[in-house]
């Protein structure tokens, strides 16, 4: 059940500049989005969050967008920074529950 | 910064043994839940627990798993008897009252490994 796909499970990015993450969903119920960081041997970390009654959220480095007619959404950072290398998960909330992606790895090179 | 705990980092147990998995969400949050990740695959929602009652539950949490709140602290996993498909890393979560500034947001602990042998 593919509700929240992440197409891409890797993406290498220069320091300093953007990263752009995605992520795409099938279900129009879904009412709110997050995005998580994971380092490996931890728990997810929350990062930044949107309401589908919005189309842009920005929180320092990091901003999501949110393209409800496509039912898409980006994780935008910038400058990117080497700290940053993880896995990103986006996460959708539907009820009490959220619902994952299959994440993707960044890694950000000097 | 509160944060959520986990006790143990890691339990390894025997096939139909039955293991506790703890928690101890952040102290002013009152929705409690538990994910799991089994290796390679994505984290899956388990259940969700709010006022001492299961407010919703996957079809992965059969009659096997059960949770509770003992006391003002702690949120507990328990699998009554263990199976090999049971070895995951198991999430705890919390988030705050509905109508919160994060309500919507769950913050997860660091996570249980559980090794079934």
């Known amino acids: 059940d593919q509700q929240v796909k992440q197409n891409s499970p890797s993406l290498s990015v220069q320091e300093g500049r953007i990263s752009i993450l995605n992520c795409d969903y099938t279900?129009?119920?879904?009412?709110?989005f997050l995005w998580y960081k994971k380092y490996p041997a931890e728990g997810p970390t929350f990062l930044i969050s949107?309401?589908?009654?919005?189309d842009k959220n920005e929180d320092g480095r990091f901003t999501v967008f949110l393209n409800k007619s496509a039912k898409h959404l980006s994780l935008h950072i910038v400058p990117s920074q080497p700290g940053d290398s993880a896995v990103y998960f986006c996460?959708?909330?539907?009820?009490?529950?959220?619902?994952f992606g299959t994440g993707t790895r960044l890694q950000v090179f000097p | 910064e509160p944060e959520v705990t986990q006790t143990p980092s890691h339990q390894v147990t025997q096939m139909g043994q039955e293991v506790i998995l703890r928690c101890v969400p952040i102290?002013?949050?009152?929705?409690f839940y538990w994910y799991r990740q089994i290796l390679g695959q994505k984290v899956e929602f388990l259940v969700s627990?709010?006022?001492?009652?299961?407010?919703?539950k996957s079809e992965i949490f059969d009659d096997q798993f059960s949770v509770e709140r003992p006391d003002g602290s702690n949120f507990t996993l328990k699998i009554r008897s263990t199976k090999l498909e049971d070895s995951a890393m198991y999430f705890c979560?919390?988030?705050?009252?509905?109508?919160?500034?994060?309500?919507?947001?769950?913050?997860f602990g660091p996570g249980t490994r559980l090794t079934v042998l």
């Open positions: 102290s002013n949050h009152l929705y």
């Open positions: 279900n129009s119920m879904f009412d709110y």
């Open positions: 949107i309401s589908s009654i919005k």
């Open positions: 627990f709010y006022n001492n009652e299961i407010s919703e």
């Open positions: 979560a919390s988030s705050e009252r509905e109508g919160g500034y994060s309500y919507n947001e769950q913050f």
């Open positions: 996460a959708a909330k539907v009820t009490d529950k959220l619902i």
